[in-house]
Each structure stands twice: as C-alpha cells, then as structure tokens.
C-alpha cells in the first residue's frame, strides 16, 4: 500500500471515531436541556440552535488561524490537535451545571477543535488530484458513518448512564481518534521557504478573489446553512411524532432515526464522490440538492414514525452528496502548497452558514413550529442547487502565481 493511502485509511478511520465520539450525545442536547432546567419545548428549540451555532461562530474565526499553522508546521499536528482538544471539551461538558456552562463550552468547542476540516485538509494535501473526488467523499462518508453508530450508540449509553456519562464516553472515544491520526497518519511535510509580507498578502489576495475559489465558497456557505438548520431541532420532532407515549423511547429512536439515515449517507457519500470524478461534481450537487429538499418538505409532515425513518434514509442519501461535490471546487482551485490556507479560509467563511443555520432554526421552531425548520432547509437546498446552475461551470485551478504563499 502507497504512502497516501496509508494516510488516507488511517485518517478515514480516524474521521469515523471522531464523529461518532461527538455524536454520542449531541443529538440528545434538547434533552439534556431539561436535565438543567429547561423544560418548555420552545425553550428548548431556541437554545439548542443557540448552542448548534455558537461553535460555528468561534470556528470561523479560529479556522484560518489552524490553515495558516497547517501550512506553517503540517497538517497532522492540526487533526491530533483537533480530536484531543474536542475530549477536553466533552469532558467539560459532562460537568456542566447550567445553560451558561454549555455555552462557553460551545464556544470552546469551535475554538479548539475543526475535526473535519483539519482532517479533509490532510487528505486532500497527500491524494493525487485525479482521486480527490473519491477521497474527499470518503471522508464524507466517515462522517455520515460515525454519524450513524454515534447517536445509536449514544442512545444506549444516555438510556443507562445518563446525558454526562454520553458526553464521557465520548471524550475517550475522541481521544483514541487522536492517538490513531498521531500514530498512523503519515505525513512528509516540509515547510515552504517563508515569503516576504508583502507578497504573501498579494498571494492571498489571488487566492481570495480568484473566480474559481470565490465560486466554491459560495456553494459551500449555501451547503452549510441547509445542513445545519434543522439539525438541533430534529430530536424534538421526533419526540413529538412519539407524543407523550413514547417518551420513554425518545432517547433510542432519536439514534435510531438519526443512525439510520447517517449509515445511507455514509453508503452514498463515496459513489456520489466516485461519480462526481466521472461526471462532474456540478451534476452530483444538483441533484443531491434538488431530492434532498424534496426530502425536508416530507419530513416536516411526516405523519408517522415509520414514514419518517424512509424518508430521512433517502434524506441522508442525497445530503451526502452535497459537501464532497463543494470541497472538491475548493480542491480544484486551490494550489496544492497553499491547501491549509485554502480550506482553512473557505471553512471560516462557510462557517457563517454553519453558525447562522442553527440560530435560524431554533427562532423558527420556538416562533412558529418544530416543523418550520425543514420546510427553511428545503428553501436552502433549493437556492444550493440554484447556485450549482448559476455560477459553478468548470472550477479552474488558482493561478500559479499563488504560490508565492508557501
């Protein structure tokens, strides 16, 4: 087996552990709200968006700081620090007291951490280019597949040890995600003779404002906000489609729900990458885009529990398509030397949508229903495949002269 796909395995693995150490008790996070006191479901929608979307605001500012240190000292060292410093904040976490504690821990997490970032940086710096589209949904597909066994998992652990002892669990799993990247991932990296200032900052401002690279991010912020709207609220769907009878059952087929759809997204995030390679990511994200907002129309009325668990299947399909298509145009038009700096500064700037997509969801489903959400992320996932017709054509390559950035 070569050097890159060495690498390449280690870190997919790796990407799955620590997704699914995350995973094991975000998805409960409205639940554990009313361990410290927040009871009314309105409530609870508002401040789980609140909570989604503060990490997004420190992640986007801290992310183009670990590209520019992914570019100055490897990447390796950016996903170990990423996966260890995200144990610590589930740690914190399990010891939180108050809606307060949460939040600071939130904001710490953004800070810290950026475990598919830093490692999508990674690989994408080690593969050859003709096998990016392959790779990068592969990488997608660890995170829909540490998506899956995480709140499934989770669960069981939240059913028998309650929301902190998830959170618990989680920190260890996300702290051997860090030993296998520090032990197996390898990396010949060598550092770039360092650049004058002031061509440095003309280097950056191509790679900014390059056609390509502009394009690409746009894509990407669009992808993030139909992502995360309805994420912090979806739990609370669930439990109201249970009602008050199955509230005992609203932890595991929270999991259940979200395991499932999770395990079609990792199946589908890897052909889709495949076909993006062959095809063209332009058609794989407009059709991913266009079934998954047909997908969060249904599942705003699902009528039933069972409907539901269909419909998020194909759900989980389609969405898979949609990040490894947008991280390929940011591949595509970035020079290889400069990948830190590229996906660390498309990252910051997509993080707005992570950020703003949760806050939107929890005032939708505090100000008008639970349900209002999904029907907000089809909106999105229409203006995604909007945006994939209108402006991305042939994604091109930044212009040599960026190479001036090291």
Not at 227 to 237: C, D, E, H, T, Y
Request: proline share 4%; aromatic share 8%.
């Amino acid at each position: 087996m070569t050097a890159w796909k060495r690498t390449f395995v280690a870190a997919f693995v790796a990407q799955i552990v620590s997704i699914m150490g995350f995973s094991l008790a975000f998805p409960f996070m409205p639940f554990f709200l009313a361990d410290l006191g927040v009871t009314n479901q309105a409530d609870q929608a508002w401040w789980a968006g609140l909570l989604q979307g503060a990490s997004g605001v420190t992640l986007a500012v801290f992310a183009p700081i670990w590209g520019i240190l992914a570019d100055r000292y490897g990447r390796k060292s950016m996903v170990v620090r990423s996966m260890i410093g995200g144990a610590a904040v589930m740690v914190g976490m399990s010891l939180a007291r108050s809606v307060g504690d949460l939040m600071v821990l939130r904001l710490l997490q953004g800070t810290l951490t950026g475990t598919v970032s830093a490692s999508i940086t990674l690989v994408a710096s080690v593969v050859p280019e003709r096998r990016s589209g392959f790779a990068l949904g592969m990488m997608q597909a660890a995170v829909m597949f540490g998506n899956c066994v995480g709140p499934l998992v989770g669960g069981v652990v939240a059913s028998a040890w309650g929301y902190r002892g998830a959170f618990r669990a989680g920190a260890a799993i996300l702290l051997i995600g860090g030993l296998l990247v520090l032990f197996f991932c390898q990396e010949n990296f060598r550092r770039e003779p360092s650049p004058s200032r002031s061509s440095a900052g003309e280097g950056m401002l191509r790679l900014l404002l390059s056609a390509g690279f502009v394009t690409a991010v746009v894509v990407l912020v669009a992808v993030r906000l139909s992502n995360s709207i309805a994420g912090p609220i979806f739990p609370l769907l669930v439990q109201d489609i249970l009602g008050p009878a199955g509230e005992a059952l609203k932890d595991r087929t929270t999991g259940m729900v979200i395991g499932i759809a999770s395990l079609s997204g990792a199946c589908g995030a890897g052909l889709l990458g495949h076909f993006g390679d062959r095809w063209g990511h332009r058609r794989v994200l407009m059709a991913s885009a266009s079934l998954a907002a047909l997908t969060s129309v249904l599942t705003a009325y699902a009528p039933s529990l069972a409907a539901l668990y269909g419909i998020r299947i194909v759900f989980g399909f389609a969405v898979a398509g949609m990040m490894p298509a947008a991280n390929a145009f940011i591949r595509q038009a970035a020079p290889r030397h400069s990948m830190g700096k590229a996906f660390g500064f498309a990252g910051s700037i997509s993080m707005l949508g992570l950020a703003v997509g949760p806050f939107l969801g929890g005032w939708l489903g505090k100000c008008c229903s639970i349900r209002a959400p999904f029907l907000a992320t089809a909106v999105c996932q229409v203006l995604v495949f909007a945006l994939a017709m209108a402006l991305v054509r042939q994604p091109q390559r930044a212009a040599e002269p960026v190479a001036v950035l090291g």
